[in-house]
């Protein structure tokens, strides 16, 4: 093994590293499913369930809090079985503003698969009925410049966020649990008042730190650990 390839081992060791996200809040992504707000409520996402009305399918509101505005935005879903994943393309949010998205509704005049979940049929997509599962796995992306926006659910995952992390008891209390899509799958007939309005992620704007991994600090430990072999035997040649 020679000097320069031990050298290039030792720097490839360190460019292999993991990307660890940190956040700072920047807003919120609301849900609520055949759901009335409560009267006392005031918030955005309380008037958006008071604009909307009582409709039985979930219903997202994305708000960016902060005072720069979200560029790029797009909310998705993973897919799962026989759902295909499929992406609403948001654009814009300005600066403390909000977002209604109400799959089957709401139109970014996008190409969606027929099935999917943010296809524009004009009128609500019933989730609970068609079987979306309580795992079914939600995203979010945008920029606030050279910064990436992303979901963290209130559970703490950061990237994504699922119905299952919000699921409890039903508004009326006639379910012991249900989530945002109304689930786990068919559950809400027995509600007339079901899920939210409330908050189901996070808008967390994600930096990027650089961290070697176990294995790239080995690497660098047998690369050196080779290269001062290397010299000694050249060393002791000389003699």
């Known amino acids: 093994m ?3 390839l031990l050298m290039k081992l030792a720097g490839a060791a360190l460019c292999l590293a993991v990307q660890v996200a940190t956040a700072a809040t920047v807003g919120d992504i609301g849900a609520f499913y055949f759901s009335t707000a409560p009267n006392a ?24 809090t902060s005072a720069t505005a979200i560029t790029n935005a797009m909310l998705s879903f993973a897919g799962s079985g026989s ?13 403390n ?3 209604i998205v109400e799959p089957g509704v709401s139109n970014d005049a996008l190409v969606h698969p027929a099935s999917g979940l943010f296809f524009h049929s004009g009128s609500p997509i019933d989730e609970s009925d068609l079987g979306y599962p309580g795992d079914a796995t939600f995203s979010f992306s945008g920029q606030q ?17 699922t119905p299952v992390c919000t699921a409890g008891v039903s508004n009326d ?8 899509l109304g689930g786990p799958v ?12 409330q908050v189901v992620a996070n808008l967390v704007a994600a930096t990027v730190t650089t961290t ?11 690369g050196l650990a080779a290269l001062v072999t290397l010299q000694t035997r050249r060393r002791s040649a000389r003699r």
């Open 2 to 4: 020679t000097r320069s």
């Open 41 to 64: 409520c005031v918030t955005a996402l309380c008037s958006a369930n008071n604009s909307v009305g009582v409709v039985d399918d979930v219903v997202f509101v994305i708000q960016n």
């Open 83 to 95: 759902f295909p994943a499929d992406s609403f393309n948001i654009g814009t949010i300005a600066a």
């Open 97 to 99: 503003s909000q977002v």
């Open 145 to 161: 410049g050279a910064v990436s926006i992303i979901a963290q659910d209130i559970c703490g995952t950061i990237g994504s966020f």
């Open 173 to 180: 209390g006639t379910i012991r649990n249900i989530n945002f």
């Open 186 to 197: 068919d559950n809400d007939g027995p509600c007339s008042n079901c899920f939210g309005p």
């Open 212 to 222: 070697p991994e176990p294995a790239a600090i080995s690497l660098l430990g047998l």
